[in-house]
């Protein structure tokens, strides 16, 4: 496996603030009083990637299937379109929190004055798979963990299989796809250290080779996951706060 190319390396918290301001949500916050084509284009993708977490939270609150598709893809049309980001201050600067927050008024207010439209009707400025998220749904687990508990857990799986799927990524770029599928069960710190041989026999080197290649997966699999949650707060410094607070929502 290669090592990281230095040159496309991640950000982490010492990252300088040149490095930090290129990720999608401080993109969108530096936006401030207007938009640009590249804060909007930052605010979608940011959208795209984390919506069924918001889905998942209003199907929770008791909605259907059919309303949670309108009123996740109403309130993202509404807030793509809407310039509620001008409030929004870097001390505040989570994403999640935004969204959370910012549905929940949607929910409370404006559905409820959009009552007379029909539902679904706005501009559906994301393309969100209703029959996929409503397939993902009914493998949620059925326990007593409230909208905003499952919305946490949710949002952190979410950003987990990101940062897989960018991994994966990578190794298919340099050739290693085959290995990495091979060695992706050691990225669990529950794998059992003695099939590191039996790797090893598979992929046929040396168990000293799979727990160096070991070891560079997890440490490139660390590194992007602090590029990846860079993404999704305002500030290098939040970068570990965000860590511990997204890990413990699997202990509650």
């Known amino acids: 496996m290669s090592e990281p190319n230095p040159e496309k390396g991640p950000v982490s918290a010492s990252a ?4 930090f301001a290129t990720t999608h949500w401080t993109v969108v916050l530096a936006a401030g009083q207007s938009s640009s084509p590249q804060s909007d284009a930052a605010l979608a993708r940011l959208c795209e990637t984390y919506w069924y977490p918001l889905y998942v939270y209003v199907r929770r609150r008791g909605n259907t299937a059919q309303d949670a598709e309108d009123l996740t893809q109403e309130f993202f049309a509404r807030f793509l379109e ?16 935004l969204l959370l927050a910012s549905l929940n008024h949607f929910l409370t207010n404006e559905w409820k004055r959009a009552g007379t439209l029909k539902r679904g009707g706005g501009i559906g400025l994301l393309s969100l798979d209703q029959a ?3 397939d993902r749904y009914r493998l949620e687990p059925v326990n007593e963990l409230t909208p905003e508990k499952i919305f946490e857990r949710r949002w952190a799986l979410t950003l987990l299989d990101q940062v897989l799927t960018r991994l994966r990524d990578e190794c298919v770029a340099d050739g290693n796809a085959k290995l990495f599928d091979q060695l ?4 669990s710190n529950t794998s059992d250290p003695g099939s590191y041989a039996e790797v090893a026999a598979q992929i046929g080197t040396s168990e000293t080779a799979t727990r160096q290649a070991v070891r560079r997966l997890r440490q490139r699999y660390r590194e992007l996951m602090r590029a990846e949650i860079a993404h999704t707060v305002s500030s290098p410094q939040e970068i570990d706060e965000e860590i511990r607070h997204l890990f413990t929502v699997f202990a509650r």
């Open 16 to 19: 300088s603030p040149g490095i």
């Open 82 to 97: 809407s310039h509620a980001l001008r409030a929004v201050s870097p001390e505040r600067g989570r994403f999640r929190s």
């Open 132 to 134: 996929a998220a409503e």
């Open 184 to 187: 992706r069960g050691f990225l």
